[in-house]
T-cell receptor, first 112, second 114 residues
């Protein structure tokens, strides 16, 4: 069966520090992968998506970046965190338009 | 572009009350429609879906019907429980460029009181 792993679950980082969040998928091949951010009390904002290895599309300009070094691995990074980067980060995958997304359990990032 | 509009919350109900959470959409094509649920501190879980007009998605007592004529996909449950307290998101699939991006509403928080 397909599973998605996302870590860490919580993270507290100082302003200006780097960030690396990792997401891996098991049990499927060539998934579409997504990074979303959910700010406190708000909806979901699509940050990046990827349809294949090395293929990254950015939805919102910001100081975050994403990479897909392997078929089932998706990484969200930042060189220098801002206070406004705080939020709940969700990784998701899909293999088609009708199946819906499967989400990871999320990472709560607090930048202090 | 495509969009999803949900009723604003929070919605507060007593246990065993009837629930409706409104969702309307705009889309240039024929999207699939979804409801997701997010329990406190967790990621989103797919609750139900409908892939074409007049389809009814159902799961755990929740139902939603894809109404093309009114561009709506309202979520309903006949008798809510305290355990249904969560945030509910309506979403549609955007087929643009084959990326299957999903567009989410802002979410509706439901609180069920015992």
């Amino acid at each position: 069966s397909q599973t998605i792993h996302q870590w860490p679950a919580t993270l507290v980082q100082p302003v200006g520090s780097p960030l690396s969040l990792e997401c891996t998928v098991e049990g499927t091949s060539n998934p579409n992968l997504y990074w979303y951010r959910q700010a406190a009390g708000r909806g979901l904002q699509l940050l990046f998506y990827s349809v294949g290895i090395g293929q990254i599309s950015s939805e919102v300009p910001q100081n975050l970046s994403a990479s897909r070094p392997q078929d089932r691995q998706f990484i969200l990074s930042s060189k220098k965190l801002l206070l406004s980067d705080s939020g709940f980060y969700l990784c998701a995958w899909s293999v088609g338009e009708r199946g819906g997304y499967t989400f990871g359990s999320g990472t709560r990032l607090t930048v202090v | 572009g495509d969009s999803v509009t949900q009723m604003e919350g929070p919605v507060t109900l007593s246990e065993e009350a009837f629930l409706t959470i409104n969702c309307t959409y705009t889309a240039t094509g024929y999207p699939s429609l979804f409801w997701y649920v997010q329990y406190p501190g967790e990621g989103l879980q797919l609750l139900l879906k409908a892939t074409k007009a007049d389809d009814k998605g159902s799961n755990k007592g929740f139902e939603a019907t894809y109404r093309k004529e009114t561009t709506s996909f309202h979520l309903e449950k006949g008798s809510v429980q305290v355990s249904d307290s969560a945030v509910y998101f309506c979403a549609l699939s955007d087929r643009g460029s084959g990326t299957y991006k999903y567009i989410f509403g802002t979410g509706t928080r439901l609180k069920v009181l015992a």
